[in-house]
């Protein structure tokens, strides 16, 4: 037995008590006849005091060889302390050690095991398992514990069943790319890891399954963006016999639960918004809707006054900033800048100051009288104090810019509280979306999402009018969950098939056996899947979801603790019938 | 909405309710003018009746084409049953069924959706989704899911925190074959799965992390057994300042929680056997301690007699078979076959006959008087109708030989109760095992095995003698749990490698990380793994792991469903810098 107790555990009423604590030296302060330590671990810490007068001499001075980070082992008396630490739950005690075993020393460790370390973000990843030592780390680690035990219980609750679905499948060159895995017994063939269990779990939809989620990581080898990783994990959930509306209220209530037992929070039924307006209203498919600053259509109030950069554009749209007007002339050149930075991409940025008088002063004063500029702050909302900001252009890009632009300032304005949570339901998502690299349409969702009742005709004619049930599930500006309902029938999934592309041959050896289950009684069904990192990295407030995984890869893909992937020996490569074949 | 209630809810309290049903079409019996169908989901079956008098034309004429497994949604009233079914928890009523929608037809199943089926293995793989509309599979993960939560709450209750492991992390040549995964943005370089998160684990608990679970898939690539998965379940647990006994009783507890909760039963303290012990009394590691016929030796009773084969051997032992004197001279001839069988091994079997009249009756009468046979009996604890089965030969293969012999007699005598469960700790494991194809010593549980304290020279001089505080949990003659307290030191850790054979390089490369983790701080741990796919299937009673899975692959790990392993593009190949090397 190491240990009677935590170092969290104690209090007053132990006072007396004979307790025995292990754990690691966080702090030392020795005055010589009396030593101080302060004792950690994963409970809290305790004050360990080590006194000439009444600890033996080979006591003092084992104590007097400690390091930070040593793990030793006490035995002792708990003491009232002379001067308590209210900061500290276990501030109003110290243990009086009697015996002291060092059960392993340590090496100095490259960066201080605090709060606030002086460890940059790549020692920290390295020694990983000691960045694991410092509260936010392991708090985080803890904290995703607890949603994902909120989530399953809850789930469970409501009768749906965890099935582990397989790793090892099949490689569908749909989507991202797979990462494989060559298969030794099956000469020449490959498994591949899943992007997700898609068709796993609409299988056991067919199976009669009914309601099934798991939470289950995933795999995707993508170039890496920041703060993207190569395995993520989700929670993933399938129903059947249900409509939109049945999923929509079952994961809104998975939401809810976790706002009140991860957060406290009782939040009132969540808004819901269709695709088509939220590109208007935010520009953006996962609006922020924790401030304001929607979008206003300008057009009418914008073209035919000789001014030709709104005049050729598609679309003039602006933005009120909450006083704004305090602005400096150099600040506002810093978000023309901003604007015009490649990774934004706007031409430039027109604004309009609403200034304390009533007035307004544009930067475009040249074609714009007072009435004009009234209606543009009319139409944004802008008050007294407030700064238009008003991009114009091509539809798409132009929302994505100032889109952009409503996020940036709302950082700068502290708007984005990380205590506040705004979930919202993006729903009606278009079908397709056209991608330029390829010049064709691709399944926005997955190639599996059943378009909207009666929509399918449409295909041919405007594709990208055809709408899907299928829904995004906000939070504070980021997708925390999509979903649709799914085709049920073959000749459906056929047709969409062959309308991405697919040749017969090609849908048939990807996805035959879903297509040939789908003869056998498939019911209607459909399902969502949460991310499950950035659910919990959003539910704690943050939004970096490296901190909330134990051992994170970085952005080349690499864990740079265990040093993988690495080369490995000729044997394997041999065993598995492959060979290398690196270009220069 | 596709239903009001499901097919397991509706009882008499129910009847003149309207009524929304939807599921599968189970039975159809088509009396012409009335139609009796089985509606079928996860939940149950609902008896409809389709009435001439009472349904309309169109409604008669819908349900008449019915065929098996369609799937329907059907509106009506619920009704009290004229001839009731106390088989069924809704059979005392019935659906008259005014509206019946169709929601997908079904082509004939290939195999009767049954409790017995009359789909051979092959064919049930094949369309396991089918498989899984079959109550027993069905409930058997259901089983499964109600296994995982129980294990999690309680180990959650406990304070242990699921801490996600990464799935993509580096190959190490010791003990069974990686699946590797190809990296495309590290040319040339290769991820591994885990065969398990043992390092990760450790390094969690030098992270502080204090005590560890986590429910996770695990990879092996090697040639299948029976029974035997490529991917594979474990609870995987650590813990940190922990003893041996403190994790004997952290992990009993939760097992005992188990049979409570999941099977209702009240188990008193596990006993435990040294490993040594079991080896003695049972001839194997693992010994299903739900029956008797312990291992008697009988060197001191049956050498020196004339009889070269036992004169001869290193160790002669008995068992009593209860009641084995009814077995006939065919059956008993039958039993020597079977021991003579290469998969056992055996050159033959010595039996002797504890007859009625108290008189014995043995093969070996030329060579052993009654009062040789008699103590034969007394140190088998042989009763009267007892058949006594004596084998002998070198220790090691003896002992697997018998012990193989007791579970086969155990499982003709009907001894393996399903429904009985004997929990039983074997300690003390061998540090190492010595393996004859290498001529060498490997670690028998694994390389982070701790000898017990004060046994590490004994590497030196008797290394087949050197103890572990390793141990097992043994489920009716299954492993269903390993664990170990490990080393936690660097220099032991590196003997431990050096011993193995790694050269120091090989152990730098492939376990510097850890080793290095070791200087900063690591405290004393240990911790256990439960095989879940096992557990689950014993817990359920029964032994095949794949009933229990709810997507498995065949003995050549393949997935006969969505056909996988399969080849790959060139393109992706070519992206991952690697080329086809077929051997002829």
């Known amino acids: 037995m190491y240990r009677t107790h935590n170092n969290g555990d104690l209090r007053l009423n132990h006072v007396a008590q004979n307790v025995v604590l292990s754990g690691w030296v ?15 671990d994963r409970y809290g810490v305790t004050q360990l005091m080590f006194d000439a007068d009444r600890s033996t001499k080979q006591t003092m001075e084992a104590a007097s060889k400690l390091g930070r980070e040593f793990v030793i082992q006490v035995a002792g008396q708990v003491i009232e302390r002379e001067s308590k630490n209210p900061q500290l739950p276990t501030g109003d005690i110290e243990i009086l050690v009697e015996t002291l075993t060092i059960l392993n020393s340590a090496l100095t460790p490259p960066f201080t095991i605090e709060d606030q370390t002086d460890g940059g973000e790549d020692l920290r990843m390295k020694y990983r398992y000691l960045d694991i030592r410092r509260k936010p780390v392991r708090d985080n680690l803890v904290f995703r514990h607890k949603v994902s035990m909120t989530v399953r219980n809850y789930l469970s609750g409501q ?55 798991q939470i289950v990581k995933c795999f995707r080898d993508e170039d890496l963006r920041a703060d993207r990783q190569p395995e993520f994990t989700q929670i993933d959930c399938e129903m059947a016999f249900v409509t939109q509306e049945d999923i929509l209220q079952t994961f809104e209530g998975l939401t809810r639960h976790l706002l009140k037992e991860i957060r406290g929070l009782d939040v009132a039924e969540f808004p819901r918004m269709t695709y088509d307006e939220a590109m208007e209203r935010y520009g953006n498919d996962k609006p922020d809707i924790r401030f304001g600053m929607e979008f206003a259509t300008l057009n009418s109030r914008a073209q035919h006054r000789n001014f030709g950069v709104f005049d050729q554009a598609e679309l003039i749209v602006g933005i009120a900033v909450p006083g704004g007007n305090a602005f400096s002339r150099k600040e506002i050149d810093q978000l023309i800048d901003w604007v015009k930075r490649p990774q934004v991409g706007a031409m430039g940025m027109v604004y309009c100051r609403c200034q304390e008088d009533g007035s307004f002063k544009s930067s475009v004063d040249k074609f714009f009288d007072q009435e004009d500029l009234s209606s543009w702050a009319e139409l944004t909302q802008a008050k007294t104090g407030d700064l238009i900001c008003v991009l114009s252009g091509q539809t798409d890009k132009v929302r994505a810019q100032l889109s952009a632009l409503r996020m940036e300032l709302a950082e700068r304005l502290g708007l984005r509280h990380a205590n506040e949570f705004a979930p919202l339901w ?128 970085n952005n080349a893909g690499r864990d740079v603790m265990i040093d993988a992937p690495a080369p490995i020996d000729n044997d394997q490569l041999s065993e598995l019938n492959l060979r290398l074949d690196l270009k220069p």
């Open 159 to 213: 009768s749906f069943i965890e099935v582990e679905t397989p790793y090892l499948i099949k490689s569908t060159p749909e989507g991202a790319r797979d990462f494989v895995v060559p298969s030794r017994m099956n000469s020449g063939q490959f498994y591949a890891l899943p992007q997700s269990p898609q068709t796993f779990k609409q299988l056991l939809m067919v199976g009669g399954m009914d309601k099934y989620f």
């Open 26 to 40: 966080q702090k030392i302060r020795n005055k010589g006849f009396m030593i101080w330590v302060d004792l950690r």
């Open 426 to 553: 993006v729903v009606d998502f278009p079908l397709l979306e056209w991608d330029e690299d390829s010049q064709r349409y691709h399944a926005m969702h997955h190639p599996f999402t059943a378009p909207k009742p009666g929509q399918l005709a449409l295909l041919e004619t405007d594709p990208g009018a055809v709408k899907a049930n299928a829904y995004d599930l906000v939070l504070n500006g980021n997708e925390i969950g999509g979903g649709s309902i799914r085709i049920h029938d073959k000749g459906t999934q056929s047709k969409m098939f062959d309308y991405l592309g697919f040749t017969p041959e090609e849908a048939q050896a990807q996805f035959g056996f879903l297509m040939e289950a789908f003869q056998f009684g498939a019911p209607p069904h459909g399902g969502i899947a949460f991310g499950l990192d950035r659910l919990v990295a959003i539910l704690g407030g943050q939004e970096t979801i490296r901190d909330f995984i134990a051992f994170p890869k």
